[in-house]
């Protein structure tokens, strides 16, 4: 396993259409995170799974915004009626078990979303 | 709420001399600190940590270095290359909960 992966790399869409994001984590890693970066910012952090369960998503910045992981492996995110301020980069990282508080998150290579 | 502060957007320095990236944070319950380099299209890629029980943590030529009664940390580069040249970010977590720096631009010149 060479990492944490997403698909696509990149995405452009027209405002009002959904786009669904695709992140497989490193494959024994149980937690899974989701992030937006916009230029000259640093990640922020949007929800986050353990296994299957969703554990917050109270800072998914809109219901317009929605991520599933039915099977505890791969996620998903999703953007409904998009907008032009939705462009931006979304990371998934993922992260092993069994390190307690002090977790390293490793990221993939993110999904460049541009909305016209 | 800007949690984790890089006041430097960017920095340049020599071949083969230090760099220093400093960060500062405000929430005294994070306890968990990193490093990431992050190229141009690309993910952010872990490169050092500290725990809040220690003051230092070494690797090879990144030390990172934590100030709690300040809260504030630092990454030195020594000797900077530079295939170092490159976006740095902090992060501070508390439980997990992760939060960034904007970042500093770091360009190491031949």
Known sequence: ?116 | DQQVKQNSPSLSVQEGRISILNCDYTNSMFDYFLWYKKYPAEGPTFLISISSIKDKNEDGRFTVFLNKSAKHLSLHIVPSQPGDSAVYFCAASALGDMRFGAGTRLTVKP
């Not at chain 1, 994001?21 to 929800?47: A, V």
């Not at chain 1, 109270?58 to 992981?69: G, I, K, Y």
């Open chain 1, 1 to 116: 396993d060479t990492g944490v992966s997403q698909d696509p790399r990149h995405k452009i869409t027209k405002r009002g259409q959904n786009v669904t994001f695709r992140c497989d984590p490193i494959s024994e890693h149980n937690r899974l995170y989701w992030y937006r970066q916009t230029l000259g910012q640093g990640p922020e952090f949007l929800t986050y799974f353990q296994n299957e369960a969703q554990l917050e998503k109270s800072r998914l910045l809109s219901d317009r915004f929605s991520a599933e992981r039915p099977k505890g492996s791969f996620s998903t995110l999703e953007i409904q009626r998009t907008e032009q301020g939705d462009s931006a980069m979304y990371l998934c990282a993922s992260s092993a078990p069994g390190q307690g508080a002090w977790e390293t998150q490793y990221f993939g290579p993110g999904t460049r979303l541009l909305v016209l």
